[in-house]
T-cell receptor, first 110, second 112 residues
Framework: NAGVTQTPKFRILKIGQSMTLQCTQD?????MYWYRQDPGMGLKLIYY???????DKGEVPNGYNVSRSTTEDFPLRLELAAPSQTSVYFC?????????FGQGTRLTVV | EDKVVQSPLSLVVHEGDTVTLNCSYE??????LLWYKQEKKAPTFLFML????IEKKSGRLSSILDKKELFSILNITATQTGDSAVYLC????????????FGTGTLLAVQP
């Protein structure tokens, strides 16, 4: 049972590079989320989606973009990586209130 | 501003101690309050609370919500080293968005 799958697990980017963090879920959940977690901090909501074709900004959306073309996939795009985007990124999905998390992507921007 | 505030930020206890973790929030129009445990990687679900005054229990862990005073507590009795983790609480907006907003977490370290 896969649940929420994120790729890659680790990535080092140079300043100004771009990349896409992939997230897919096989639970047919309508709601999907992207969070970032800085050291010693809680989770900050970047973007979320209530269903295919519908996305909205969370608490810290600047520097990121998302799309939701299918129920299963919710990729997060960084266009011009900055050191401030060094963080651990978690994707999550839910049907009701309980969210299920992927294992995270550790991103370092140098 | 819509915040979820947890206290203490960190806590060191010895095995066998009882701990109480606090979570307060600032708005009243929510659907549920959730607790998660985060060890090395992804948060794992502990409790979801929707009604005031009803305690939820799972083994040595229990939690309760006070919707009037806008807070929740998570109790862990007879702590073990395996309880060492970050404990996160989150507020669910419910409705069409179903947003989950997390607090900063409490880092619990249980020493042998």
């Amino acid at each position: 049972n896969a649940g929420v799958t994120q790729t890659p697990k680790f990535r080092i980017l140079k300043i100004g590079q771009s990349m896409t963090l992939q997230c897919t879920q096989d639970m047919n959940h309508n709601y999907m989320y992207w969070y970032r977690q800085d050291p010693g901090m809680g989770l900050k909501l970047i973007y979320y989606s209530v269903g295919a074709g519908i996305t909205d900004k969370g608490e810290v959306p600047n520097g990121y973009n998302v799309s939701r073309s299918t129920t299963e996939d919710f990729p997060l795009r960084l266009e011009l990586a900055a050191p401030s985007q060094t963080s651990v990124y978690f994707c999550a999905s839910s049907y009701g209130d309980e969210a299920f998390f992927g294992q995270g992507t550790r991103l370092t921007v140098v | 501003e819509d915040k979820v505030v947890q206290s203490p930020l960190s806590l060191v206890v010895h095995e066998g101690d009882t701990v109480t973790l606090n979570c307060s929030y600032e708005v009243t129009n929510f659907r549920s309050l959730l607790w998660y445990k985060q060890e090395k990687k992804a948060p794992t679900f502990l409790f979801m609370l929707t009604s005031s005054g009803i305690e939820k229990k799972s083994g040595r862990l229990s939690s309760i919500l006070d919707k009037k005073e806008l807070f929740s507590i998570l109790n862990i009795t007879a702590t073990q080293t395996g309880d060492s983790a970050v404990y996160l609480c989150a507020r669910s907006y419910g409705g069409a968005t179903n947003k989950l907003i997390f607090g900063t977490g409490t880092l619990l370290a249980v020493q042998p």
